[in-house]
């Protein structure tokens, strides 16, 4: 994006995000980013990964248009659909046209395979302001096929077509077999004019484990890439590097949101269940009453839009109240005394 157009377009969506990070600072009552899942279907398996099927339906576009309006009413920021892969819903530009013509910011993460000129096009006329693609290795192999060497010619077309922001993230840890790949992926990306992040995985254990010193040194040239998109979420990433814990206050629930296929609000793709409350019976009590709910996943948490949105409020209110599924009767918390069992990770 080099044209005066395409500038034109970044500024405004500046202005439109200064906006709305003033309106995040000015009240706690409304959440600031939601991961909204369109359909759970993938077409691609990634071996690491629990948030996809092979079989089910997109949800229903007129369902979908009640959850946007409902999450709008509640006085959303920044929507992003998410997967399984959210390119498979038929729908997915009048879904994106209406975040947009209720304020929002749209964003997708997309594993890029369903990309051309056509679909491209289609996503700048629906306004969409984000995407996002996670690129897993160089070369293929058996664990994922998100490589390098298979979207390569999307991300030119990208490079060539795109209005909206792109980012192109690469993963660095466990089950990674090697980390020069990230940043031969990082590199790419910026040369085509994206921005580069880079996610550190876990083992599953849900414990964090120190990168080994060849991943710190790929981590390290990774950041002094594109240093502005790190400066404010440095010191989390700095700690999951290192496997230190993080102190931090998670405002899921609150402030970011994860709505799955069936309407549910979740406090994240990790914590499913928790609060299990539908969307749509989703009210401002239960924003507050989840901004003070302490998430006892905090310490180890790598949800990194969790942590963007948890910056906000970093000074604010501590947490007394103890998390629990509102799925069930309200008068059989899941919650022990001693808060061992709160909180576990779904499937
Ligand atoms: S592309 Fe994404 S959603 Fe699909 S299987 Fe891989 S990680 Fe999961
Ligand atoms: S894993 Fe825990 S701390 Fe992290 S976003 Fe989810 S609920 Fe919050």
């Known amino acids: 994006m080099g044209t ?17 990070a003033a309106k995040a600072l000015a009240s706690t009552s ?8 369109p ?6 398996a990634c071996k690491y990964c629990n948030e996809f099927d092979e079989t089910s339906p997109p949800v229903p576009t007129a369902e979908m248009l009640r959850r946007i309006e409902w999450l709008a009413d509640l006085g959303l920021s920044a929507l992003t659909f998410s997967g399984g892969e959210p390119l498979l819903h038929p729908d997915l530009d009048q879904l994106m046209l209406r975040v947009r013509e209720r304020g929002m910011m749209a964003g997708v ?11 491209i096009e289609r996503l700048n006329s629906a306004g969409l302001d984000y995407l996002q693609i996670s690129i897993d290795n160089v070369q293929p192999d058996e664990v994922s096929l998100k ?4 979207l390569d010619s999307r991300l030119v077309m990208l490079a060539q077509h795109a209005e909206f922001h792109v980012n192109i993230n690469s993963v660095l840890g466990s089950g990674v077999k090697n980390p020069q790949d990230a940043l031969t992926i990082a590199y790419r990306a910026i040369e085509l004019g994206f921005t580069s992040t880079v996610g550190i995985i876990h083992d599953g254990t849900g414990q964090l484990k120190p990168l080994r010193p060849e991943e710190l040194e790929v981590f390290d040239k990774i950041k002094s890439l594109n240093k502005s998109h790190y400066s404010a979420l440095n010191g989390f990433q700095e700690n999951i590097a290192h496997g230190r814990p993080n102190e931090w206050r998670c405002r899921s629930g609150a402030r970011y949101l994860y709505i799955c296929e069936d309407g549910l609000v979740h406090y994240c793709s990790q914590q499913r269940g928790y609060p299990g409350v539908p969307l749509l019976d989703y009210g ?6 989840e901004f003070r709910t302490e998430k006892p996943c905090a310490p180890n948490c790598t949800v990194s839009c969790a942590h963007q949105t948890a910056i906000m409020d970093y000074w604010r209110v501590p947490q007394t109240l103890r ?4 799925h069930r009767p309200r008068s059989t918390p899941q919650a022990q005394p001693d808060g061992s069992d709160v909180l576990v990770q779904v499937e």
């Open 109 to 119: 993460i997309t594993n890029g395979l369903l990309l051309n000129e056509q679909r």
């Open 30 to 37: 409304h959440p600031i980013s939601a991961h909204v899942i």
């Open 284 to 289: 401002v009590e239960d924003i507050r009453r």
């Open 4 to 20: 005066w157009k395409s500038r034109r377009i970044e500024w405004k969506r500046k202005a439109r995000e200064f906006g709305l």
């Open 147 to 150: 490589s390098l060497k298979t």
């Open 39 to 44: 359909i759970r279907r993938c077409n691609l």
């Open 323 to 326: 998390a629990f599924s509102h």
